[in-house]
């Protein structure tokens, strides 16, 4: 499949109305301050148009970080970054975004939203810019550092 194949399968999957089944589980990353949650989505009747949503969230910091990004064959086709912690150099635009943020396929140049709202409402709006319709309400990432408890086996290594 050349370029041009991928670039209009991926501009057919990001304006097709998508589903999601299986409600994600958060889970931690290899940070602790960090969750990460997956669910895959795709076009009713395709085998083909089939992607995945990643979810991020800092866990601890305020304002709250959060992350969507819309899969397609491991390419990141759209995505919305709540509360960044770095800026986005659009190299297009030859400028820099650093606050919320849309990127959208081909181009991914950061279009900033000015909008405040919690997590329920940056994952509407990201369900319903990316097209996808869930059988389930998604859940909050956790906040907080999930500890360690120190077992006995832990102290006697010191």
Known sequence: ??????????????????????????????HPDFAESKMVV????????????????H????PPKYSWSLLFRGKRILALD????????????????????????????????SREQNFAGWSFAFWKTANIVTTFAVLSPPRG??????????YDRR
């Open 59 to 62: 866990r601890v910091r305020l």
């Open 145 to 154: 550092v999930q500890l360690r408890l120190i077992v006995d086996e832990d």
């Open 1 to 30: 499949m050349g370029l041009n194949d991928f670039e209009e399968l991926a501009r057919q999957f990001l304006v097709a109305e998508k589903t999601a089944h299986v409600r994600p589980r958060w889970r931690s990353k290899s």
């Open 82 to 113: 709540v509360n960044p912690g770095r800026s986005h150099k659009n190299l297009l635009l030859k400028d820099s975004v650093n606050r919320t943020h849309w990127q959208r396929w081909p181009e991914m140049e950061a279009e900033e939203d």
């Open 42 to 57: 795709g076009v009713p009747g395709s085998r083909v148009m089939v992607g995945a949503v990643v979810m991020t969230a």
